[in-house]
């Protein structure tokens, strides 16, 4: 913990110069993501990585490990005549393959693309056919899906599981095993490509996010003053690595300290994740607010024989952290829960600092980030709007957020922008302190459990079910997600049977775009609200909703 008024000293005399000194190559002119996270720290006999599989067995790897490990994928790619600049898909779990699979392909120069292992064909081949890649991994759990593309471009598949099968050109254990661990990893700069991960769409389809190697300078501030990453420190980022967040933010940003990563491949389970927060000494952890819901209403029993004597700061992402679950954890485990704000187009810009001797209000978003500027802007006038006003949260310089543009959408990148500010859609309030307040989406994403839900795609979805003429999806409260997805649909015909309609709808969303995607909630309208060009107005929905 830093001395009192840290945070306004941090913050004005912050200088992104400063930290691309910390990089061990001469940023930014050289910078590689895989070499920082990974390669600089090898040596040191340190664990860089820890996994947790479902049966809850821990396997560690060491710096070092991890180095000659994607040395080795490295090789395997470049024999298949991957360059720089080129891009690979990966459809992969929450595995060790997944960590070391990244890391070899930032170190041949490409471009690394996550799709979720929730989605379905629809979503996986929209995205492929997108992104146009030179090879797709992934793994034997979903032969199903990869067998059933429709790809428009030709490109190697790699199936990681047991050998190959009818969808894969290759297996993964069959191409890098025997490869060497050595590998000249390339000297990317600064601000070449690196990543690309699709947001979702209210309007149109998803969009690819395209992210360079500055992805770790950019994530500096939010891992060091925010989380209050150290080299001593075991930070489980519970999010999926096909996420940002879970990818960069409490994954590779992190291990470029020199701290150690822990993955868990198990879907959520309270008592679980309780015992792995205590048995594994996890001093740092980053979830979304839907985890620490969870572990509230597995009861106050869940806690019990459990000390947490390493735990030392929790942090939160992806949606608003209610102030009763601020509260509860203060109360149980006097600790706060560090709320964060943030969305890959623009990285974690307004944060509550665990690192920071600065107050915390619960409920608020935080304070703007050491190296940015974060204003409130009317979304009619663009001018700021005044203390507990709405507006949109803007964030400016913008050679320091994290998207460099959306992939072959030049107007959409344009339109992203005004005079310098990135443009977030997101809608707050700032505080006479200068506290900024979640108020909502000026567009209509749903964010249940973290995930960013575009309701075009659950609309398109539902519209390809015969029984269904038109479809509205809108995010509702909840409990526990913070919100689920509701569908308004039109019918064909009025159902016979309207709960095998709803659950056959349901089972359709899931199975062909995504399971965290589908509607939990179905209600049957014989029409829409729309505007005079036919756009669906989910605002008159969400009115509705509240009413």
Not at 94 to 110: F, N, S
Request: aromatic share 10%.
């Amino acid at each position: 913990m830093l001395t009192s008024d840290e945070y306004e000293e941090v913050y004005e005399s912050f200088d992104w110069e400063s930290v691309l000194e910390t990089y061990d190559w001469d940023a930014p002119e050289e910078l590689n993501m895989a070499h920082e996270a990974v390669d600089r720290h090898a040596g040191s006999g340190n664990v860089g990585f820890a996994w947790v599989s479902e049966e809850g067995k821990l396997s560690e790897y060491t710096f070092t490990e991890l180095r000659d490990a994607s040395n080795r994928v490295a090789n395997a790619l470049a024999e298949l005549g991957i360059e720089r600049g080129d891009r690979i898909t990966t459809l992969l779990p929450k595995i060790p393959e997944t960590i070391i699979t990244v890391l070899g392909i930032w170190k041949t120069g490409a471009i690394h693309v996550p799709l979720f292992t929730a989605f379905e064909k629809q979503a996986v081949e929209f995205r492929v056919n997108d992104c146009d890649p030179e090879l797709l991994l992934y793994h034997t759990d979903h032969d199903d899906t990869v067998t059933s593309l429709d790809i428009e471009t030709e490109l190697d598949v790699i199936s990681v599981g047991d050998g190959d099968n009818e969808a894969s050109d290759y297996a993964y254990d069959s191409l890098v095993d025997g490869q060497s661990t050595e590998y000249d990893v390339v000297r990317t700069s600064m601000d070449e490509a690196a990543a690309m991960q699709y947001t979702s769409g209210t309007t149109g389809p998803p969009k690819g996010v395209v992210m360079s190697h500055k992805v770790l300078p950019i994530l500096y501030p939010h891992t060091k003053y925010a989380m209050d990453v150290t080299e001593d420190d075991l930070v489980w980022g519970a999010a999926d690595p096909s996420w940002s967040y879970g990818l960069f933010t409490a994954g590779f940003a992190p291990m470029a300290l020199g701290a150690t990563r822990l993955l868990h491949s198990g879907q959520f389970d309270a008592e679980h994740w309780v015992r792995i927060l205590d048995e594994h000494d996890v001093t740092v952890m980053g979830a979304a607010p839907s985890a620490y819901r969870g572990i509230i209403a597995a009861g106050d029993d869940v806690l019990e024989g459990h000390s947490f004597e390493s735990l030392r700061v929790l942090s939160s992402a992806g949606e608003p952290l209610n102030p009763e679950v601020y509260n509860w954890f203060e109360d149980n485990l006097g600790l706060k829960v560090h709320d964060t704000y943030g969305l890959t187009e623009a990285g974690m810009i307004v944060n509550n600092y665990a690192g920071l001797d600065m107050e915390t209000k619960a409920g608020s978003m935080g304070r703007p980030s050491p190296g940015y500027e974060v204003e409130l802007l009317d979304p009619e006038t663009r001018e700021p709007v005044g203390t507990d006003e709405i507006g949109e949260v803007a964030a400016k310089p913008r050679e320091w957020v994290l998207m460099d543009e959306y992939w072959e959408m030049p107007q959409k990148t344009e339109d992203a922008f005004y005079d310098g500010w990135l443009l977030t859609d997101d809608l707050a309030r700032k505080d006479e302190d200068g506290y900024f307040w979640y108020e909502g989406r000026s567009d209509d994403v749903i964010i249940s459990s973290g995930y960013r839900i575009g309701p075009f795609e659950v609309e398109s979805s539902l519209i390809e079910h015969p029984t269904v003429a038109e479809a509205a999806a809108i995010g509702v409260p909840d409990d526990q997600r913070g919100q689920i997805v509701k569908a308004f649909v039109v019918p064909v015909e009025t159902p016979d049977d309207p709960e095998a309609t709803l659950e056959d709808l349901q089972s359709h969303v899931k199975d062909g775009l995504a399971r965290h995607a589908y509607p939990r909630e179905i209600e049957f309208v014989d029409e829409l609200p729309t505007t005079a060009t036919g756009k669906i107005q989910r605002y008159k929905l969400e009115e509705r909703e509240r009413d």
